[in-house]
């Protein structure tokens, strides 16, 4: 978390899309906090307690938090307010984690480290992590549908039909599902790899944008410039993440390395070469900062995460 | 099919609840034939195909269809319609087939037969059928916030809370765990059995009935009414389904058999023994009618279907 804040810190110091009187440090150690304060109430550990225990072991492991701050900071933007969104910033983070649990299992990636701690399943059993996601996920539905206030209805409806989707066979899974079929594979195009990311990643990124939004009631031509800067940016975290897990060492990285490269799976390097790779993800976060063009000050929390993912190290 | 409606047709012949005039085959065929036409036109392929082949796989491989029939069933008898209540009905056949399809995985009872059928895992592999489970789940919430008409929104929120908490920890989930913690001991009481199936299979078969009536705008006072209805049907279904373990043949029930038996788990004949099972599953019935008296001519589906738990073979 420390490592985190500095990270964001150092690269406020770095960016000149953000008005020098922003305290970037300031905003995500706050927005952090209550993401975390939130996420820690949501789950109160009752009988049968192993589910429970399963279940946060995960949710609460840390992590950047970068779904559920994008959906509060959009939901600011067109002007929300953070109770507003702080339910589905919370089931954003549950959907994340079941996707995590379900994605480290040995029929899946077989990953036995996960933001530097024991896999879910490594302490659980396959078993309860398997449930621990299912419950996770349902529990996200259900939390937006029960928690949210001061939202109509129909708003919350639409951010319940969008998060369902996002995560389904035409969001997350549906990535996954290519991403299978395409291990082992040298001839992987880059249109491919552009489903499976477009999918595995920037779906759920985007909704957590996105539906900041509609609880705000935002209009229909902002959610779409909305939708396009996390799509950008989403894209821009993979190929940066493909880059790390080339370049970084596993305790910067918290998790296992080089596991892309074992699979031998495609990846943006291995089409593009590291440094084109780069250049592509700079590009992407370009234009997403230039979606956000039309919007006032608010803007400058997406405008530094934007800029945070390709000067992050880890 | 055939043999299923011959079964309810063979149980409106002995029962007395159920008037004369009320053509329990007829009502069973129309309503089943309507969640199959629903749920067909659910889920189109689409890319990736995988995903949808195997979520298809399970959820069209027949099947009782109960809980949708239920949940029709009930938002009738309350005075709604069969088109409020079928994107719901859907969505709980796509939660149930979740459930045994992430059930069925060899982490957790490693079946390799369902209905007759080679389970998902079997055809698809873990890694797929862990994630059609998944994408099952995401869609039966995204389908009941997209496709419901004609209803309240706030009711429809409503829905999907309760949808929620039946498959997640508080509900099916929750039975599962304690399922798992009991196998291999013998000395599980009937409160931990009672537990576990309350959980396991009556929190669905509950949330099928009260949803129907959740979503017809039912008063509290018939919501709690019906739900005493389903939980009473849910844990008899359960009794009924442990005794058919014992005294039924894989011909008959159309999934591997004795399975309870190997797994040396605690089971209501286990317990009680054969007879006191039947006997208690008889008065648990009895009970769940007792909860209709209040109802009209509408009531004679849910009463037959009661009726039906208890006289079913498979």
């Known amino acids: 978390m420390v490592q985190l804040i500095h990270n964001f810190f150092m690269v406020t110091m770095m960016t000149t899309d953000v008005a020098a009187d922003f305290d970037l440090k300031t905003y995500l150690t706050t927005k952090c906090a209550e993401v975390e304060a939130a996420l820690e109430q949501s789950l109160p550990v009752v009988y ?25 900071a959009t939901c600011e933007l067109v002007g929300g307010t953070v109770a507003q969104a702080m339910p589905t910033a919370c089931a954003l983070e549950m959907i994340h984690t079941m996707s995590l649990i379900h994605d480290d299992l040995p029929a899946m990636d077989n990953d036995d480290y996960r933001r530097g701690k024991l896999t879910n399943h490594k302490i659980y059993g396959d078993d309860v992590a398997i449930l621990a996601g299912d419950a996770l996920l349902a529990y996200a539905f259900e939390f937006v549908a029960d928690r949210t206030q001061n939202v109509p209805p129909k708003a919350i409806l639409e951010v319940i039909r969008r998060l369902g989707k996002a995560v389904g066979a035409a969001g997350l899974v549906g990535g996954q599902i290519v991403d299978l079929a395409s291990e082992g594979k040298t001839d992987t195009s880059i249109e491919t790899l552009n489903f499976i990311h477009m999918h595995k990643t920037a779906a759920l990124l985007e909704v ?7 609880l705000a009631e935002a209009e229909s031509e902002t959610i779409e410039r909305l939708s396009r800067y996390a799509q950008n940016i989403g894209l821009a975290f993979q190929i940066v993440d493909d880059v790390l897990d080339i370049t970084s060492t596993q305790e910067e990285l918290g998790k296992s390395i080089g596991k892309d490269v074992q699979a031998q799976k495609a990846t943006y390097p291995s089409i593009w070469g590291l440094d084109e790779s780069k250049k592509q993800a700079e590009t992407l976060v370009q234009a997403a900062k230039d979606e956000l063009a039309p919007f006032g000050t608010l803007k400058q929390p997406l405008v530094a995460i934007a800029d945070f993912i390709t000067a992050r190290t880890h």
């Open 48 to 72: 049968p307690e192993t589910i429970y225990e399963s279940m946060r072991y995960s949710l609460m492991a840390g992590g950047k938090r970068l779904r559920p701050i994008l959906c509060l």
């Open 208 to 214: 957590s944008v996105v539906a900041g939004a509609v």
